[in-house]
């Protein structure tokens, strides 16, 4: 496998823009190293924004602390993932959706557990994703509360 990839690699992998790789880099969101001219992202700083974080470590938790020991019960191992992708999507629909999904994490239940949100657009196709990790209760609720806001009447 290979350890360090250039922009464009990356940008295949992820099917994002090579830009958008460019300004994750500036932003901190993707760890990078300039060797030269040529920004280079290691195998591990690209599993760790590709939210490996997950995997489990030696010690039988996760980079987040999870515990995933195989005896723990399987409501304690179990994540979610749910990605709302709106195709050709304008800013008021972008705005509206994101602002109530900020909103309710910024207010979350804490029986939902450790969740988080992430956001990528990609301008070339006008297609927005509103990433969404968490613990079943957790995805469950923000699907019941995006419904209204995806609906044809919301």
Do not use: C
Request: no cysteine; proline share 5%.
């Amino acid at each position: 496998m290979k350890t360090l990839y250039s922009v464009t690699e990356v940008s295949e992998i992820l099917g994002l823009h090579q830009k958008t790789i460019q300004r994750f880099i500036r932003e901190g969101k993707i760890k990078a190293n300039k060797i030269g001219r040529a920004w280079k992202i290691h195998v591990d700083d690209l599993k760790e924004y590709s939210h490996a974080e997950l995997a489990p470590a030696a010690d039988g938790t996760t980079k987040g602390g999870y515990p995933v020991k195989a005896d723990s019960p399987v409501e304690e191992r179990i994540a979610v993932s749910a990605v709302i992708e709106l195709r050709k999507a304008a800013d008021r629909e972008v705005s509206r959706i994101s602002n109530t999904l900020i909103a309710v994490l910024n207010g979350k239940d804490p029986s939902w557990g450790e969740s988080r949100y992430d956001f990528v657009y990609q301008p070339e196709s006008g297609t927005a994703r509103f990433i969404l990790y968490g613990k079943p209760a957790f995805i469950s609720a923000m699907m019941k509360i995006l419904e209204p806001l995806i609906s044809e009447n919301g």
